[in-house]
């Protein structure tokens, strides 16, 4: 296959899963939520952060896409990964890796905070972990990938320097929770419709459909309920003129929650939540919604 052919382009952009870095804007929250993101250099931080953590969650991609690539080619979608597909090589993906991880860290070090560095560490230490094992271990792999999402979010406050509320981080690790537990039950629907391989390589089973639904759609409903609370808190009086105007949050994360399961429970909703997101425009709606209102009840 000659250079200019682009097909190797394709797949190894592909590998790198660019969809998957929308979970990386988390780290904006920290410096939002404290209104801090019109303060000089904040943008520029929070900008180079979103940059080294891409390139960072992108080598790891390449990992656990290396490691599974013979378990991916019995699945009916992630079959088409480039390394399940054959259309890059285990040689070429651990070059990748290698190249994407040096250009996160070399870039980290160069021009953010030395904690930064450090919880880019930590994220590739768990990550690495979960590829080994944890992913194969009911409960607490939904557990690891929560606790992956929220570490995103301590990266954005370490990188802009902004405290981390305990009320974001309760509702964080709740509102995560709900989003890899919908993951896994809507990777069991597959399994119990014949559309997937009951050794998928995860810990669950046919018919651990329901447990998970109620486990994801409860953990959802507290960060809702921990978002609720919050509304009435004494911290929210420092930070916003009108706190009623969060009601609209609150609504547009009850919402969001409810329809991506009941879409789940229908068979409707992808494997990859994230995928979905990024390309509902409900979704667009209810942030933009959500982010107007913030705004407003902060004037």
């Avoid at 656990?64 to 080619?73: C, F, I, P, T, V």
């Avoid at 014949?194 to 409903?221: Q, T, V």
Wanted: positive net charge.
């Amino acid at each position: 296959m000659s250079a200019l052919d682009p097909s190797p382009i394709r797949a190894v952009v592909r590998a790198l899963r660019p969809h998957q870095w929308a979970k990386n804007a988390l780290v904006a929250l920290p410096a939002a939520l404290a209104h801090r993101l019109g303060e000089p250099g904040v943008w520029a931080d929070l900008a180079l952060a979103f940059v080294a953590l891409s390139l960072c969650a992108s080598g790891t991609y390449v990992v656990n896409d290396l490691a599974d690539r013979e378990r991916d080619r019995e699945h009916p979608t992630k079959r088409a990964r480039p390394f399940a597909s054959g259309a890059l090589g285990a040689g070429a993906g651990i070059a990748l890796a290698a190249g994407l991880e040096a250009a996160a860290f070399g870039l980290a070090a160069l021009v953010l905070p030395l904690p930064f560095v450090g919880v880019l560490a930590l994220y590739v230490a768990v990550t690495l972990a979960y590829t080994a094992g944890l992913k194969r271990i009911a409960v607490l792999d939904v557990h690891v990938l929560a606790g992956l999402y929220a570490l995103r979010v301590v990266a954005g406050g370490v990188a802009a320097d902004v405290p981390l509320s305990e009320w974001f981080v309760v509702f964080s690790l709740f509102f995560f929770l709900g989003l890899a537990l919908l993951k896994r039950y809507a990777e069991v629907r597959l399994i119990d419709a014949g559309r997937a391989p009951a050794a998928n390589g995860r810990g669950y089973l046919p018919g651990d459909g329901p447990i998970l639904g109620a486990l994801g759609i409860g953990s959802g409903l507290l960060a809702v309920l921990v978002l609720a609370l919050y509304t009435t808190a004494p911290e929210v009086r420092a930070l916003y003129a009108h706190p009623a105007g969060l009601w609209v949050a609150v609504g547009a994360v009850l919402y969001w929650t409810a329809r991506t399961w009941l879409l789940a429970h229908r068979g409707d909703l992808p494997d990859d939540p994230v995928l979905f997101a990024v390309t509902d425009p409900t979704t667009y709606a209810l942030v933009g919604a959500a982010g107007v209102a913030l705004a407003l009840a902060a004037r």
